[in-house]
């Protein structure tokens, strides 16, 4: 999609801001729902959206708005954010409904949370919450209100192909979100829009100025919502306090016990700060954690060395294309290099082989696969093989 400055560029944003929502018809003629947070990026898809001349409504999920959360600025659909979608929607003229999902969102996201950690995985919430309350209620809303299409100020490309919608990583690769995206069902992609997804943040915040928005400067979310300050130990002991029971930190090679952790939940695999076991001859980090026997096994940085990891629950969004793989296995890492082994469809289990030994690899986390900058889709990371394992074997 041409992004840039065309004949039927908007005065106010200098974008031809109807090919950002690639409309089945005349703008005037269609209904265009946006699922507004309160953030900037939300706001400015809204201010968008209304520039085309179609109808526009917002719609705010209130998902988390109790305990140290309540009134936090960026904690995603809390407190003061709902204000600012709805002084937004005010100023743009356009309706905006708030719906409260705190119930659904607990039940699907928070408390999973919790049990993740209990179980000595590293969950990915904002993932859950896409798969969940957030994105599957708003397609359903929206749908019920006869909209045409669902955007959202994601920082993703939807691209259409010959054989339909794709979904490719944002051309701001400091912005990109196709991580926490890799579970969009092809039903949902020919439905959804992301028009901000060749757009550069500064650009974005330009729109905001420029439309008199009041969230123009506001800064980004940085902690998962429902998590004040990071200190998501704190949550899961609060929802599980067996969390917190201490346990032993046990080398991985010799067996011996270095010390006592303060609850299994405090840790996660790659972890090397916070452990309190000093005057060791290396450094050590958290290989794995046993949840059974509230052991943290900790050993040197090489034990972390994965060659290969089982990935459970899959989405496959359209065909897998021949040519070489990528994937992250963190948010904030790179792509790198893998084969997958056995059929990669949906809710299957395929092995994900490195072409490197990657590190830090941690159970709960999530996959994803790119061909290029095309997502292809991923799973749930259920279970690792070291190089060591393979060593030991041998």
Request: glycine residues 10%; negative net charge.
């Amino acid at each position: 999609m041409d992004i840039t400055a065309t004949a039927k560029a908007s005065p106010t944003f200098g974008l031809d801001t109807a090919a950002l929502f690639d409309l089945p018809r005349p703008a005037n003629e269609c209904r265009i729902v946006v699922a507004m947070s309160g953030g900037v990026d939300s706001s400015v898809v809204a201010a968008l959206a209304a520039d085309t001349g179609a109808e526009v409504i917002g719609i705010t999920l209130q998902l988390y708005d109790y305990g140290a959360a309540t009134g936090r600025k960026g904690a995603c659909c809390a407190g003061d954010d709902i204000a600012d979608a709805r002084a937004v929607s005010d100023r743009l003229g356009i309706a905006h409904y708030v719906f409260d999902h705190e119930s659904a969102f607990r039940d699907s996201v928070v408390e999973q949370f919790a049990d993740e950690y209990l179980a000595g995985r590293t969950p990915v919430p904002c993932i859950r919450c896409n798969m969940g309350p957030k994105f599957t209620d708003l397609f359903r809303m929206a749908r019920e209100l006869g909209a045409d299409c669902l955007a959202t100020g994601h920082y993703v490309r939807r691209l259409e192909t010959p054989t339909g919608p794709h979904l490719y990583r944002a051309n701001d690769p400091t912005r990109d979100q196709s991580y926490f995206l890799y579970a969009t069902t092809q039903d949902q992609l020919d439905y959804i829009r992301f028009p901000l997804g060749g757009l550069p943040k500064t650009q974005v915040r330009e729109l905001a100025e420029a439309a008199g928005l009041r969230n123009a400067a506001k800064p980004d979310s940085q902690d998962i919502c429902f998590v004040p300050d990071g200190n998501y130990a704190k949550i899961v002991k609060s929802l599980r306090p067996e969390g917190g029971i201490p346990g032993d930190i046990v080398h991985a090679l010799t067996g011996d016990v270095l010390g006592e952790h303060k609850g299994i939940v405090h840790y996660t695999v790659g972890q090397r700060k916070g452990l309190d076991i000093g005057g060791q001859p290396e450094p050590l980090y958290v290989i794995a954690l046993d949840a059974e026997t509230r052991e943290v096994r900790v050993g040197p940085k090489r034990l972390l060395a994965v060659e290969s990891a089982e990935v459970i629950e899959t989405n496959c969004i359209g065909e897998l294309p021949a040519g070489p793989l990528t994937a992250k296995v963190r948010s904030l890492a790179k792509p790198v290099p893998v084969t997958l082994e056995g059929d990669f469809g949906d809710n299957a289990t395929v092995t994900l082989r490195f072409e490197t030994p990657e590190f830090g690899v941690a159970p709960g986390q999530a996959a994803v696969i790119y061909a290029g900058e095309r997502v292809l889709g991923g799973g749930w990371i259920n279970a690792t093989h070291s190089v060591a394992q393979s060593e030991t074997a041998a």
